[in-house]
């Protein structure tokens, strides 16, 4: 199936946890991202990638981290998550840069208590 | 001032309404203008792109770029309840990674 596939659907977790959000595409997509999307604040990039083994700062990047070891796939980690970043994440891909459509995943719903 | 303003809503309308949906933004240097639909839960889905001024048209659909005043529009004609989501534009620039998406609008389109 073509497309971005999310992993885990939704987590509860006790702050101070580490968590890692997955991401997979198959599209063969050269940029990822992720996005977390709060009521009132809609979309705010927190990492991106223009290419495997390169990362950069988005928006909101302070208590994330993110890796980029191949083309598919781009994790996000919460070294020591905090109840701030109880969010909707979404991840998504793009053939290039912002002259390229971006297709987003289904998301991430993560509750940290 | 945030770089790209939607009012958030809802906005509430009959079947079969015209629809227009709202954003202004801030940065000349935008190029690329974007409108995604989200439905409760799921993940936005590109509904149209749009480079420069002008129009766009596609089915019921038809976006709206008007560079000199830093608007843009999408006009939903012969809405429908299966059109009830949020709405949320997205503006772009050459030589970037990044969108910046406006807040949303949520429409709720009644039979």
Not at chain 1, 17 to 32: E, S
Not at chain 1, 66 to 86: E, G, I, M
Request: with cysteine.
């Amino acid at each position: 199936i073509a497309g971005i596939t999310q992993a885990p659907t939704s987590q509860i977790l006790a702050a101070g946890r580490r968590m890692t959000l997955r991401c997979t595409q198959d599209m063969r997509h050269n940029a990822m991202y992720w996005y977390r999307q709060d009521l009132g604040l809609g979309l705010r990039l927190i990492h991106y990638s223009n290419t495997a083994g390169t990362t950069g700062k988005g928006e909101v990047p302070d208590g994330y981290s993110v890796s980029r070891a191949n083309t598919d796939d781009f994790p996000l980690t919460l070294a020591s998550a905090v109840p701030s970043q109880t969010s909707v994440y979404f991840c998504a891909s793009s053939v290039g840069g912002a002259t390229d459509t971006q297709y987003f995943g289904p998301g991430t719903r993560l509750t940290v208590l | 001032q945030k770089e790209v303003e939607q009012d958030p809503g809802p906005l509430s309308v009959p079947e079969g309404a015209i629809v227009s949906l709202n954003c202004t933004y801030s940065n000349s240097a935008f190029q690329y203008f974007m409108w995604y639909r989200q439905y409760s839960r799921k993940g936005p889905e590109l509904l149209m792109y749009t480079y420069s001024s002008g129009n766009k048209e596609d089915g019921r659909f038809t976006a709206q770029v008007d560079k000199s005043s830093k608007y843009i529009s999408l006009f939903i004609r012969d809405s429908q309840p299966s059109d009830s989501a949020t709405y949320l534009c997205a503006v772009g620039a050459s030589g970037t990674y990044k969108y910046i998406f406006g807040t949303g609008t949520r429409l709720k389109v009644l039979a």
